[in-house]
């Protein structure tokens, strides 16, 4: 019998019936189990298709919400949760079988003030921010465009730059994972990461939540990270903690269009530069537009 650790791991979802299922096949097929798996999600019938022996056997605890947002069904999944370490997951991801070991090794003593984030692989093996690493590591022009946007400071691995954009920035040698074997282990000190993450539950209520009630909250992950990484969390990538997401289509104007009001509070929460915000808006409505067009 596989150990268990004193973890609870929780997961929002919405409409992930269909999904569910390959994520608790890959947290059970993983060298460690967790102790509780929280499911809250949006109708009964969402775990329906998950075997109902795992549901005994990896204790998974379904908690129904009447409000559709990941934000306030991760909070009430965390407010259930029994035990002290936390690790998030979304319903539409699968793990990789040493992930719930790699993540727990990062919190033995109880009381470290830090975000581990695991690092996400489309299914072909390529990172899930590829394309826009592509853009910003063959494209000058893309490159100078940040480098203005943010006030012509350099930009950072995994940053927020000064407009209150989301850099999803990464070392070469991390966007391809056979390649990753001849690259450092950790990215230390990011400045937001992905909400496949593990913390401590005690610090959850120092993190800020962006909800918006029964609508997706754009760029939650960024907002809880960050403000964590602001009161001095060591927030962290590691790149033995892998999960794979689906390949998801280009942003086009009118997906872009809905996170513009996320990146106007990430400019005012974190007191970013209003004016190259602006000017931000307008540049990449030009860009989302032409995309579109094309």
Not at 227 to 249: E, G, M, P, W
């Amino acid at each position: 019998m596989k150990k268990k650790l004193n973890v609870s791991l929780v997961i929002p979802s919405h409409k992930g019936k269909k999904k569910l299922p390959k994520l608790i096949n890959s947290i059970k097929e993983n060298t460690f189990l967790p102790k509780e798996i929280i499911i809250c999600g949006t109708n009964k019938s969402d775990i329906n298709l998950i075997n109902k022996e795992d549901v005994k056997s990896l204790n998974i605890i379904f908690l129904l919400s009447k409000i559709k947002n990941q934000v306030y069904q991760r909070k009430k999944a965390i407010d259930n949760a029994k035990y002290d370490l936390i690790f998030q997951l979304d319903d539409d991801v699968i793990l990789e079988k040493n992930y719930i070991f790699n993540m727990s090794k990062h919190f033995k003593l109880g009381n470290e003030k830090k975000v581990v984030s695991a690092i996400i692989f489309t299914d072909k093996k390529k990172h899930q921010g590829i394309r826009w690493n592509n853009a910003y590591y063959k494209n000058f022009l893309f490159r100078k465009c940040l480098y203005f946007l943010n006030g012509f400071q350099k930009i950072r691995y995994m940053s927020i730059i000064k407009s209150g954009r989301i850099i999803p920035l990464m070392p070469r040698e991390f966007l391809n994972y056979h390649k990753m074997k001849n690259s450092k282990k950790f990215l230390k000190n990011v400045q937001w990461v992905c909400s496949s993450n593990a913390y401590l539950k005690k610090y959850h209520k120092e993190a800020f939540l962006f909800q918006t009630n029964n609508k997706k909250s754009y760029f939650e992950d960024v907002f809880f990270s960050h403000s964590l990484y602001q009161k001095k969390f060591n927030l962290l990538i590691d790149r033995s903690c892998v999960a794979y997401h689906s390949t998801n289509d280009p942003t086009n104007f009118f997906n872009y269009r809905n996170t513009i009001s996320s990146q106007y509070n990430i400019v005012k929460l974190f007191k970013k530069n209003l004016l190259l915000f602006y000017l931000d808006v307008f540049i990449f409505s030009l860009v989302h537009i032409f995309i579109t067009k094309k």
